[in-house]
C-alpha cells in the first residue's frame, strides 16, 4: 500500500516557467510534510516541509500549498531556472515521536531553456 | 541543520562480501533511520535504530541481510551482507532534529554501492 503518491513522474518546465508537483497521502495522522530535492550524486536535500495547521508555505521561489481536507499537498517552482533541474520527493510522517518519513515516488523534472 | 557524514561515500563490492557503512551525526539523536534507494528509485526505509535497543526491520528487510549497531547517541552502521548485484544502491542515513513543530528530518550525503 503506497502512503504518498507523487505526480508526475517527469516533467519538462521552460525557463521561467512554473513546475507545479503533486502528492496525496492516506494516512490522517501524517501532520508533517516535508518535500526534498536530490541531484545526480548526492543525498537527498530538505527544501522545504509544511504543518497542516497552515494552507500555504512559501520560500523564495518555493511554496507548498496544503489542502488538509483533500489530503493533497503540492509543490510550486516559481521562475524555475536549469539549476532546478533535479528529483523531487514529497514524503510525509506523524511529527510525534521518533517515526520515519514515507517517501512518494519522486519526479524528475527539467528546466529547459 | 544535522551534519551528518557517512563512510564510505561510494565503493564497489564484489558479489558474496559484506560491507559496513558507517553515519556518524554531529550531536546527539534518539532515532537514526537507514534508507535504501535503488537507481532511478525512491528512498525505502530499512530499519530505525534507537541506542541501546535492537533495531526494528521494516517488511522485506531482515536482520542477517542488514546487521545494524548503534553504539551511542550520535553513531550507527549498517552491514550489507552477503552483496548480491541486487543490492547496488544509495544507503543513507537519516536523523530527526529539533523538538515538537520544530522538528526536521535530515539525510547524509549517502554510500554509493555497486555489487559487481
Known amino acids: 500500500q503506497q502512503q504518498v503518491k507523487q505526480s508526475p513522474q517527469s516533467l519538462i518546465v521552460q525557463k521561467g516557467g512554473i513546475s507545479i508537483i503533486n502528492c496525496a497521502y492516506e494516512?490522517?495522522?501524517?501532520?508533517?510534510f516535508p518535500w526534498y530535492q536530490q541531484f545526480p550524486g548526492k543525498g537527498p536535500a530538505l527544501l522545504i516541509a509544511?504543518?497542516?495547521?497552515?494552507s500555504e508555505k512559501k520560500e523564495g521561489r518555493f511554496t507548498i500549498s496544503f489542502n488538509k481536507s483533500a489530503k493533497q499537498f503540492s509543490l510550486h517552482i516559481m521562475d524555475s531556472q536549469p539549476g532546478d533541474s533535479a528529483t523531487y520527493f514529497c514524503?510525509?510522517?506523524?511529527?510525534?515521536?521518533?517515526?520515519?518519513?514515507?517517501f512518494g515516488k519522486g519526479t524528475r523534472l527539467s528546466v529547459i531553456a | 541543520s544535522a551534519v551528518i557524514s557517512q563512510k564510505p561515500s561510494r565503493d564497489i563490492c564484489q558479489r558474496g562480501t559484506s560491507l559496513t557503512i558507517q553515519c556518524q551525526v554531529d550531536?546527539?539523536?534518539?532515532?537514526m533511520f537507514w534508507y535504501r534507494q535503488q537507481p532511478g528509485q525512491s528512498l525505502t526505509l530499512i530499519a530505525t535504530?534507537?541506542?541501546?535497543?535492537?533495531?526494528?526491520?521494516e517488511s522485506g528487510f531482515v536482520i542477517d541481510k542488514f546487521p545494524i549497531s548503534r553504539p551511542n547517541l550520535t553513531f550507527s552502521t549498517l552491514t550489507v551482507s552477503n552483496m548480491s548485484p541486487e543490492d547496488s544502491s544509495i544507503y543513507l542515513c537519516?536523523?530527526?532534529?529539533?523538538?515538537?513543530?520544530?522538528?526536521?528530518?535530515?539525510f547524509g550525503e549517502g554510500s554509493w554501492l555497486t555489487v559487481v
Open positions: 537519516s536523523v530527526r532534529r529539533g523538538t515538537g513543530s520544530g522538528n526536521t528530518i535530515y
Open positions: 494516512n490522517t495522522a501524517f501532520d508533517y
Open positions: 509544511i504543518r497542516p495547521d497552515v
Open positions: 514524503a510525509a510522517s506523524m511529527n510525534s515521536g521518533n517515526t520515519p518519513l514515507v
Open positions: 550531536s546527539q539523536v534518539t532515532m
Open positions: 535504530a534507537n541506542q541501546g535497543s535492537e533495531a526494528t526491520y
